[in-house]
Nanobody, 126 residues
C-alpha cells in the first residue's frame, strides 16, 4: 500500500504561483508513475500531469501545459506540482496519485491510478 498526502494548497490571486507537494509513505515511489489530478466544484475529476517512474517523461493536460511543472524527488519520496500563472479556472481540489504502470490513456480519462491522496484545495481569485 502507498499512502499519499498532499500539501501546499491555498488561496492565491490570478497570475500567482503555488507549489503542491505530495509525500508518499508505505513504499518508495521509485517504481511508480506519479500524477496530479483535480476536481472543480460540480465537475468530474480531470487529469493534470504525470511523470514516468523513471522521471524521464512527463505529460500534461493542454489546459496547464506551459504553466505547470511536475517533478519528483525519489530520495524524499515526494512529488511536486509547480503551478505558475494561475487562473480562476484552476480552482479545484488537487489530488496526487500513484500507478505501478504508465497508462497515459487512462490518466487522460481521469483515472488509471492505483493509489490516491485525499487532496488539497487550490483557490484562485480573480
Amino acid at each position: 500500500q502507498v499512502q499519499l498526502v498532499e500539501s501546499g494548497g491555498g488561496l492565491v490571486q490570478a497570475g500567482g504561483s503555488l507549489r503542491l507537494s505530495c509525500v508518499a509513505s508505505g513504499r518508495t515511489i521509485n517504481s511508480y508513475s506519479m500524477g496530479w489530478f483535480r476536481q472543480a466544484p460540480g465537475k468530474e475529476r480531470e487529469f493534470v500531469a504525470v511523470i514516468h517512474w523513471s522521471g524521464g517523461s512527463t505529460y500534461y493536460a493542454d489546459s496547464v501545459k506551459g504553466r505547470f511543472t511536475i517533478s519528483r524527488d525519489n530520495a524524499k519520496n515526494t512529488v511536486y506540482l509547480q503551478m505558475n500563472s494561475l487562473k480562476p479556472e484552476d480552482t479545484a481540489v488537487y489530488y496526487c496519485a500513484a500507478d505501478r504502470l504508465y497508462r497515459r490513456t487512462a490518466y487522460v480519462a481521469g483515472g488509471g491510478m492505483d493509489y490516491w491522496g485525499k487532496g488539497t484545495l487550490v483557490t484562485v481569485s480573480s
